[in-house]
């Protein structure tokens, strides 16, 4: 083989890899992502173990809404932890016994199975800023003992349980919020 022929053998063998590694990259960084759930605090909605695939594109197109189950940080560690998102921007929160007030409004929350009778607030949310909760409120370790998070630490949109199997399902429905 001439230098020439090995050269190009080289480049197409590492245009063969670099290429789909590039494109991998960018959709885990920009568009989707799996996350695992590691503990309690979600039940009944997501067991210690699922596999959850994760939107990374959602929150670039949309603000956040309440009720969406989300990845998120809680500081600039790599730790990511699934919540809900319970209070917006701009908006006062309050627990009572266990039920979460906004702007002075009870709201239900039909996807808890679990309830505790907590007191936390009133607290005025930031205009940057979200409140997640765990659907298990009485293990959850929250923003009623961390504090609001800001929307740059949401790390994507949880779409769908994907493991194990016999749990496979979308989550893409938002819970309506009504007054009590």
């Known amino acids: 083989m001439t230098k020439n022929k090995i050269l190009k053998e080289i480049v197409e063998w590492a ?4 290429i789909p590694v590039a494109v991998a990259l960018l959709i885990h ?17 997501f067991h210690d173990n699922n596999i959850t695939g994760v939107s990374r594109l959602h929150y670039r ?3 956040p809404q309440r009720g969406e189950v989300i990845t998120c940080h809680y500081d600039e560690t790599s730790k990511l932890y699934i ?15 266990g039920t979460v007030y906004i702007d002075g409004q009870p709201i239900q929350e039909d996807y808890l199975t679990r ?8 607290y005025q949310i ?3 800023e979200i409140f997640v909760m765990g659907d298990n409120r009485p293990v959850s370790q929250d923003c009623r003992q961390l504090g609001p998070i800001p929307k740059d630490y949401i790390y994507g949109r949880v779409m769908f349980v994907a493991f194990p199997f016999n749990e ?13």
Request: glycine fraction near 10%; charged fraction near 25%.
């Open 126 to 128: 930031g205009e940057d």
């Open 61 to 63: 197109l949309n603000e």
């Open 15 to 18: 245009l063969t890899i670099l």
């Open 168 to 180: 496979i399902r979308g989550t893409m429905a938002v819970p309506e919020y009504q007054a009590q």
């Open 29 to 45: 960084n920009y568009l989707f992502t799996f996350a695992r759930v590691d503990g309690d605090s979600m039940l009944d909605t």
């Open 115 to 122: 309830h505790d009778d907590y007191n936390f607030g009133p």
């Open 83 to 97: 919540k809900r998102i319970i209070g917006l921007p701009g908006e006062t929160l309050k627990v009572v016994d």
